[in-house]
């Protein structure tokens, strides 16, 4: 979704699975004029963006303040314009929602951690290892292992030990929030097939910010309730999480899912032009090189 996506790239045979099941929502206004290519990119670059000016917001509060703001705003928010039904489902259902709560607070406190350290695009390029890996191992083509050297060899020219220069600490939490992210599709396929629509997942965003704020004010205190940074943590929300899922899901409805795929695989290469035009950061041959063989991986898996 990077950590925010509602369906991560990468996914053929299963995308139907994945994907939480779009409420009836009335079809034309503003979103329906606009053609279905365009959602995915407004999508991609408003995620890539919001994380772009979460990290500004780190010298005054730090990753898990910031997190805090961005996942309790999104959750007010989509329960807010989703309003979704939380009761009459059952055990089964509110525990897979509870775990995917879980795995959506991890996941973006690991994420935001980890971009206190390294740069956005090295980030969100080891963060597509947990979604590229359900890809893989839910196939069974011998082309795929290709995919697999071209992620790992990704993944490779990004860790200490091979002579790169990016913060252990940091390429760590990038790998723990694509391990999280991972979870985090497994757990939308089994809450998308008990709670329909968007309710499972508007449910899990409340549990994370539950989870989040308390960890926000261990670290930052009443900081995280100044008027400004409260007004920069809801913008974060909105970019981060309410607008990019409110268009992916009407994008969804008409685009085909390895498409969709293609399109969003170029997260990495936005979020490194993101980085860069606002937070002044460059990623190197190095960094470049792995985004390229990530992206490649990910292409190469959604169109097969």
């Given amino acids: 979704m990077s950590t925010e996506s509602t369906l991560p790239p990468g996914l053929s045979?299963?995308?139907?699975?994945?994907?939480?099941?779009?409420?009836?929502?009335?079809?034309?206004?503003?979103?329906?004029?606009?053609?279905?290519?365009?959602?995915?990119l407004l999508s991609v670059i408003s995620t890539q963006f919001g994380a772009a000016l979460a990290k500004g917001l780190f010298p005054a509060l730090g990753a898990a303040g910031t997190v805090a703001l961005r996942v309790g705003f999104a959750a007010i928010l989509l329960m807010s314009l989703w309003r979704p039904r939380v009761k009459g489902y059952s055990r089964r259902a509110y525990l897979y929602v509870w775990l995917f709560g879980l795995a959506l607070a991890t996941m973006n406190l690991a994420f935001y951690s980890a971009l206190s350290r390294i740069p956005l695009g090295v980030v969100v390029t080891l963060e597509f290892s947990g979604p590229l890996t359900v890809a893989v191992m839910g196939s069974r083509k011998p082309l795929d292992l290709m995919w697999v050297v071209f992620a790992a060899a990704g993944i490779l020219l990004l860790a200490p030990w091979t002579g790169a220069h990016?913060?252990?600490?940091?390429?760590?939490?990038?790998?723990?929030?694509?391990?999280?992210?991972?979870?985090?599709?497994?757990?939308?396929?089994?809450v998308g097939r008990n709670i329909p629509g968007i309710s499972g997942l508007a449910m899990a965003m409340s549990i994370a910010g539950l989870i989040l704020v308390p960890v926000g004010f261990v670290q930052d205190g009443w900081r995280l309730l100044s008027p400004l940074l409260m007004l920069q943590g809801l913008g974060v929300g909105i970019l981060s999480s309410v607008l990019p899922y409110s268009v992916e899901l009407e994008a969804l409805r008409r685009l085909p899912t390895h498409i969709f795929g293609l399109l969003m695989s170029l997260e990495p290469a936005m979020a490194a032009f993101a980085g860069w035009l606002i937070l002044g950061e460059g990623i190197g041959v190095r960094g470049t090189s792995a985004m390229l063989l990530i992206i490649a991986a990910s292409v190469g898996t959604t169109r097969r």
């Avoid at 994945?18 to 995915?40: A, C, D, H, I």
């Avoid at 990016?166 to 089994?190: D, E, F, H, K, M």
């Fill in 166 to 190: 990016y913060n252990p600490v940091g390429v760590l939490l990038a790998l723990t929030a694509g391990a999280c992210w991972a979870a985090y599709i497994l757990l939308s396929a089994r």
């Fill in 13 to 40: 045979s299963a995308a139907n699975d994945l994907q939480p099941l779009p409420e009836k929502t009335r079809r034309g206004g503003l979103l329906g004029s606009v053609p279905p290519s365009g959602l995915v």
